[in-house]
């Protein structure tokens, strides 16, 4: 079946550091790869996306690559600050007509410290 | 422009009570969604709306959970009876087009905060 997996939080780094959030999933077909965000008492941003094989979304520092041959969509930023703390979500949207199309991690929780 | 609107953002109701849940999306926008997300999870889709029909509603435990949006507007999602285990946030989130899989960026709401005692 369709799966995202996350690696376990919480992550906590110094300001400036460099991120790492790990994400890789199972899909039939050909699924479109998302990287949401959720800040204290707000509702889920998309983050970033990419919707095909080797393409890189990005956005706000932040860079992820659709990686087909390692099934991967990593969360990348060179440096955090503390206003990055926030909970991310990978998240996958399979093709239409394979039932339950939209698949989200369980998130990782990143406290930025200064 | 207003985001996705929902309410109550929390509610507290004793077991075999029923309630229901608000929401309204982004104008324009003809698909809606509603999500569940436990404790320390991510969202598990409920039911997805393109205008006022239901065409995903495999994961609604249809037995106490119903939904409507009427006029592919707003929507509600009721619970009767609820159960202990359906304390969560409840997500609403739309998105433009629903048919363009991979293109469309869902836009969620704040969410209903559920206990259930």
């Known amino acids: 079946g369709n799966s995202v997996t996350q690696m376990e939080g919480p992550v906590t780094l110094s300001e400036e550091a460099f991120l790492t959030i790990n994400c890789t999933y199972t899909a039939t077909g050909y699924p479109s790869l998302f990287w949401y965000v959720q800040y204290p008492g707000e509702g889920l941003q998309l983050l970033l996306k990419a919707t095909k094989a080797d393409d890189k979304g990005s956005n706000k520092g932040f860079e992820a690559t659709y990686r087909k041959e390692t099934t991967s969509f990593h969360l990348e930023k060179g440096s955090v600050q503390v206003s990055d703390s926030a909970v991310y979500f990978c998240a996958l949207i399979t093709e239409p007509n394979t039932g339950n199309q939209f698949y989200f991690g369980t998130g990782t929780s990143l406290t930025v410290i200064p | 422009e207003a985001g996705v609107v929902q309410s109550p953002r929390y509610k507290i109701i004793e077991k075999k009570q029923p309630v229901a849940f608000w929401c309204n999306p982004i104008?324009?926008?003809?698909?809606l969604y509603w999500y569940r997300q436990n404790l320390g999870q991510g969202p598990e889709l409920l039911i997805r709306y393109e205008n006022e029909e239901a065409v995903d509603d495999s994961q609604l435990p249809k037995d106490r959970f119903s939904a409507e949006r009427l006029k592919g507007v707003d929507s509600t999602l009721k619970i009767q009876p609820a159960e202990l285990g359906d304390s969560a946030v409840y997500l609403c989130a739309s998105s433009l087009v629903g048919g363009a899989w991979g293109t469309d960026t869902q836009y969620f709401g704040p969410g209903t905060r559920l206990t259930v005692l």
């Open positions: 104008s324009g926008h003809n698909t």
